[in-house]
């Protein structure tokens, strides 16, 4: 059993910052990437940002240069770092990691957490 849990999101004006948290927790064995996906009402969920295990970083055309993910230093925690901040980026953010728990990698979800700016 593997658990994802977001925090952070919020209601921030446009040009603002926010930090989001993923912390993963459970039988984990090793964690092959971590993603933050966002959606938008009527929108399709969007890829944000992905780290990989070897901290390599992906990040989608939209948000490049205005968001961070990176590692934190409590194990299995991920923080997306969201400055800049434009109405547009208002939705739902989900943490989603690949996740190894014996033999094989699934995906994993947390329960999404609203990220809200004001224009």
């Known amino acids: 059993q593997v658990q994802l849990v977001e925090s952070g999101g919020g209601l921030v004006q446009a040009g603002g910052s926010l930090r989001l948290s993923c912390a993963a927790s459970g039988s984990i064995f090793s964690i092959n990437s971590m993603s933050w996906y966002r959606q938008a009402p009527g929108k399709q969920r969007e890829l944000v940002a992905t780290?990989?295990?070897?901290?390599?970083?992906n990040y989608a055309d939209s948000v490049k240069g205005r968001f961070t993910l990176s590692r934190g230093n409590a194990k299995n925690t991920v923080y997306l770092f969201m400055n800049r901040l434009k109405p547009e980026d208002t939705a739902v953010y989900y943490c989603r990691g690949v996740i190894f728990t014996t033999g094989s990698a699934f995906p994993y979800w947390g329960q999404g957490t609203q990220v809200t700016v004001s224009s």
């Open positions: 780290i990989t295990s070897d901290g390599s970083t």
